[in-house]
């Protein structure tokens, strides 16, 4: 370990237990990689450069290869998320079914704009490319769970229901 | 025949896998090749031949991949198939499987359906209990089983190099054929990728036999296709039409009338504006992608074609200059256009461009991006230029 003893070097022992228990659900193969990105990425929110490094480290790949695969994923992210991610789409149909009104929606009931995370560390804002919801727009993911038929009452009562605890 | 549709329509579980532990994996393919039934994902390359190919290649072990990394925009057929009838899905997996002899297959599903990981995963696990997939499937000496693999956000994976790319754990950027997957795949073995629908298909061939497929839809394009239809109509969702259904009737149909455009085959199919109204869609008339997006009276053109070319510039992958460059250079003529900056010179040049993107791009993602930007504008010239 690079850090040894004291606070950090738990850290790094609890950061590395994580990872190699991970990596042991799959294989040290290269095809695992994807898979192993993915469960990392959900776990912690996102990659950081110590989880990169230590990935690297356990499965025997060079950190620029790991990282060439992971910048090129919209999904995998370098930078700390939200608990939240709201990934509302911004392609043609729900353009067209007035994807607008819910940008302005979202961004007035979370009070931060689109690419932002809330302090609290609660809501991250981004756009995605069509989900697959096109019949019935405008769509939003959650994290995993998917919204649709956005109106500014249901932006706020999904808010609220997060803020509650209900979701 | 009476039976309407044929992936959503009614269907006995396991049937067509009874049935296919009868046939030699060589009958199951030549079944598939005489339905004439080709890949619903868009390309449209004959399924038995893909398989046949797979078949042919020496080395023993074969993979067989279900694509469903549905990103086109305006496309939701295979959401819909995957959710509502994943069986029939996971049956012609199974079948793919026999006839090319493999033992293990894939379902690659986009980080965007992440919520249907669990159903499926439920439902194969109920397949599992009933005999119809894992070890000696139906007591045959037949085994194969099915892991889903799980895409983090590319557009461009759909595309099959750039999807076994990424299932081999690199960066999801298609290259240079040959080889074709079918002979260096995923693990550099044989594979065969098929989408979602042309899979829920195969089970109709097994139980009614390839005549039935055929005596739908056209002579070129046979049997029925799903498509996503969304926009300004009445009533969007997923219709299974026969080939060579015309974009008249279709409108019809949804409650679309009044549409003074239809995109046809998502953002890199082709736009048709109300003259041509008349023709059908199918592998020889109009790209049948499947997403069918229609466009009222009121849209602005230039603002839809805006849409579709951000979403290029944002999904190609950036290995090849002409889609990497091309389509941001097609975006920003697009937004010369909506300020009235781009002159008549510069627009001949930037059509000359998509002619060179659609010759020298690597994949089909650089040689379709175009087709929005030329078919739109060739269609809604006054209303896009003159402004």
Known sequence: MFLAGGFMGQICDTLSNDISEIIANYGKGREFLLPILNDVNIKFGHISEHTLIEISRQIDIPIGEIHGVMSFYSYLNHEKQGKYVIRLCKT???????????VKSLERELGIKFGETTLDGMFSLTYTNCIGMCDRGPAMLINDDVYHSLTPEKIYEIVNDIKGGKI | MSIKEIVLGPYIQGSAIKKMIKMTPNDVIDEVKS????GRGGAGFPTGLKWQFATSEKEPIKYIVCNADEGEPGTFKDRLILSEYPKRVIEGIIIAGYAIKAKEGFIYLRAEYRYLKKPLEDIMQEMRDDNLL???????????????????????CGEEFALIESMNGYRGEPHNKPPFPTQSGYLRKPTVVNNVETLAKIPFVMTMGAEAIKYRGTFESTGTKLFSISGDIEKPGVYEFDMGITVND????????????VQVGGASGINVAKKDFDKPISYEGLPPGGSIIVFGKDRDMLKVLKNFMEFFAEESCGQCTPCRDGNYRLLEGVKMMEKGECSVRYFKELE?????????????????????FITIIKNFRSEILYR
């Open chain 2, 134 to 156: 894992g070890e000696n499937i139906l007591d045959s000496d037949f085994s194969f089983d099915i892991t889903i693999r799980m895409g983090a956000g590319a557009y461009v």
């Open chain 2, 35 to 38: 339905s004439k039934i080709k």
């Open chain 1, 92 to 102: 043609i149909s729900c353009d067209m079914a007035n994807k607008d009104l819910i």
């Open chain 2, 352 to 372: 000359l461009l998509c002619e060179v993107m659609k010759d020298s791009s690597k994949c089909g993602l650089g040689q379709t991006s175009p087709n929005p």
């Open chain 2, 250 to 261: 279709l409108l019809k149909i949804v409650g679309g009338e009044d549409a003074k455009a």
